[in-house]
Every structure is written in structure tokens, then in C-alpha cells.
Nanobody, 135 residues
Framework: QVQLVESGGGLVRSGDSLRLSCAAS????????IAWFRQGPGDEREREGV??????????YYLESVKGRFTVSNDNAKNLVYLQMNDLKPEDTGEYYC??????????????????????????WGRGAQVTVSS
């Protein structure tokens, strides 16, 4: 069973950059699809899938609102997945979680505004890292 730990969150200003890391132990991340989800402060809705990368193929997914600003990457040798976030906006504020699905796809389906990652299909989660973007 894989264990995940996020790091790299912080308080930044609008337009700044941050890089989140997801460190795995217990298994090789090449066997998983790793997704990044976020949940805004006081937001009771389901966690929003931001990005995903398939360990074996490197295939990626991005939420429409972060395309061109966020980049997901992996280093399978170090068992790490990164989320580089550029040009951050106040609406990017939230708790960011990495989650793992054992397989060669990023579980997703039809949702609001297009294809959305499905958080209920990822059984392994980290505890989260807070990202706060001030205007």
C-alpha cells in the first residue's frame, strides 16, 4: 500500500509561483496514476481534480482553468510527483492533496464543464498542503 506526503505549500501573492511535491513510500509510483485535488476554504463540494499523471506512460490531465499555468511531472527514480503552479490566482487558494490510483489511467468522467477527475476512485491520499494566494 502506498503512502503519500505533500509538501511545498505556502502563502504567495497573485502572479507568483509555487511547486508542490508528493513523496511516496511503500510502493513504486510507476505503478500508479497520481492526481492532484484541491478544496477551497469552507467549500463543502467534492474535491476538485486539478491534474493527473500516469506513472507508466507520463500521460497527463489538466483542469481547464489551470491549463497553461500548472504543470505536473514525475521522477519515478525518486518516487516523487510535482505540481508546478505559475501565475497563481486567488481562486487557486485551497488545500491541495495528492492521491493515487493503482493503474494506467487517471479515473475521470463527465462533469461540470467537461471531463473531471473522480476523487472517489482514488483510494490513497496524502494529508494535504495549504496554498493561499492573496490578491
Amino acid at each position: 500500500q502506498v503512502q503519500l506526503v505533500e509538501s511545498g505549500g505556502g502563502l504567495v501573492r497573485s502572479g507568483d509561483s509555487l511547486r508542490l511535491s508528493c513523496a511516496a513510500s511503500g510502493d513504486n509510483l510507476e505503478n500508479y496514476a497520481i492526481a492532484w485535488f484541491r478544496q477551497g476554504p469552507g467549500d463543502e463540494r467534492e474535491r476538485e481534480g486539478v491534474s493527473c499523471i500516469v506513472g507508466h506512460s507520463g500521460r497527463t490531465y489538466y483542469l481547464e482553468s489551470v491549463k497553461g499555468r500548472f504543470t505536473v511531472s514525475n521522477d519515478n527514480a525518486k518516487n516523487l510527483v510535482y505540481l508546478q503552479m505559475n501565475d497563481l490566482k486567488p481562486e487557486d487558494t485551497g488545500e491541495y492533496y495528492c492521491a493515487a490510483f493503482a493503474g494506467t489511467t487517471c479515473p475521470a468522467g463527465p462533469g461540470r464543464g467537461g471531463v473531471r477527475l473522480r476523487p472517489g476512485e482514488y483510494p490513497y491520499w496524502g494529508r494535504g498542503a495549504q496554498v493561499t494566494v492573496s490578491s
